[in-house]
């Protein structure tokens, strides 16, 4: 058990502060966190001892909880897929993946061909990148298509809804070729457009939606020169928006850090992590603060369950760090944690069905493996109001999928306001509206019955305000 005690519940923060670009006086800045013990307990399971540069997380079975893909980068050992029990306990699957040369880079997981079932889409450093469809019986086959070169050497793949036509596109990171967007055909068959999205100085990209228009738009962060904000005109075409941002970094991640209802960015290489500020949803970024150290791989939570989105870093020497957020985007050092070695990965999800965030952390080999740890932090109520966990506009996955007639849908809105849930069949045609009504900020849970409806795919769709969410389920009598 890994318990984390803070070095302090005050801190000056004046050393953190960019004065070029800060957005808060350092010197009228006093960081307070009113926040629990925080525990983490280290699960006595590894998911391998391989190189992992990526891995991804998701229900690849529809049983309800997230199960996690090892990309292994090894020349010899394949990459593999590790079945969730619910509890957070998990069994290696009987199938391999890309064994021997192709050197797996990073992977996504993500439903390409409209079964709903999440297939595998491997980034291959040292082939062309492969995508694995899922049978639905838990079997997996390689499709046919070629995805790039044996000489493009992708280091990282991120599967987005690109031009908004509702199946889900790739966007490949290459080192030694142009960085490519990939279109889906909706079948899983893809198509590369024919642009080069950073040139030969881009170091790492990041697709997130940056003005709220629910298209994603592209972060490309740079090697020497100032990185870069795209804006996706809603068809899937980038336009630099010729912003000179003062950031380079190979660790990415993407939340809303100030709680003001837009997404921001967290930027970090070797020498330097700095928060980028989105403008009121315009896009437009501001650095607002730097840790005051670099890391090799950061990723955004909420740690300690007091509603924003703290930040994990990770370190080739000085340990895994945890820094806490203050709820307007200023961040506090807290302890080193998560013990080890490098991590070269690290990606954060519930795990164990309790509904905090855990941990897993892809670990140099031979250190000790695949590292996952729980988050067994319980809320105190030192706080005041805070919500006991981030409230974010979000849809989940129904579950059972299939189902067969009754299923669960839970979805989650930032404030009060007017809710509609509704049921399409799969021409889009209005089946039933689940929810249409004004709700309260938070998180709901609302049943579905299918028990009048023939077999077949169905569409719901999360609208509140100027957000909308689209999932799908399948219904089998």
Known sequence: ?????????????????????????????????????????????????????????????????????????????????????????????????????????????????????????????????????????????????????????????????????????????????????????????????????????????????????????????????????????????????????????????????DGDGDKDLVVAHYAETTILLNQNNTGNFLTSFNLGEGAIRCKLFDADLDGDYDLVTTHVENGNKLWLNDGIGLFTFYSTVFPGKTAYSLECMDLDGDNDIDVVLGQEPDTGGNSIYFNETIQTGIGDNKPSAPLNFNLLNNYPNPFNPFTSINYSIPQNGFVSLIVYDITGREITRIVNNNMPAGAHKVEFDGSNLANGVYVYQLISGKKSETKKMLLLK
Request: aromatic share 10%.
């Open 1 to 257: 058990m890994v318990r984390i005690r803070p070095f302090a519940f005050k801190t000056i923060c004046t050393s953190f502060l960019l004065f070029s670009y800060s957005l808060v006086s350092a010197q009228n800045y006093v960081a307070t966190h009113d926040a629990p013990e925080i525990v983490f307990t280290k699960s006595s399971q590894t998911l391998g001892n391989t190189m992992t540069f990526g891995f991804a997380i998701a229900d690849v079975d529809l049983d309800g909880d997230n199960d996690i893909f090892i990309a292994n980068y090894s020349d010899v050992d394949a990459s593999r897929l590790w079945i969730n029990n619910g509890h957070g306990n998990f069994t290696l699957h009987n199938q391999s993946f890309s064994p021997g040369a192709p050197a797996a880079h990073d992977v996504d997981l993500a439903d390409l061909n409209g079964d709903l079932y999440p297939d595998i889409f491997l980034a291959n450093h040292n082939g062309t990148s492969q995508i694995y469809f899922s049978n639905g019986n838990g079997s997996y086959i390689l499709g046919s298509q070629t995805i790039g070169t044996v000489n493009d050497h992708p280091q990282t793949i991120q599967l987005t809804d690109v031009d908004g036509d509702g199946d889900m596109d790739a966007f490949l990171d290459n080192t030694a070729a142009a960085n490519r967007i990939w279109l889906n055909d909706g079948s899983g068959l893809f198509t590369m457009r024919n642009i080069d999205y950073g040139g030969s100085d881009s170091n790492r990209q990041f697709l997130a939606d940056f003005n709220n228009d629910s298209f994603p738009d592209l972060f490309i962060s740079m090697r020497t020169g100032a990185s870069q904000i795209w804006m996706n005109d809603g068809a899937g075409n980038m336009a630099n928006s010729d912003q000179g941002l003062p950031v380079s970094g190979d660790a990415i991640d993407c939340q809303d850090i």
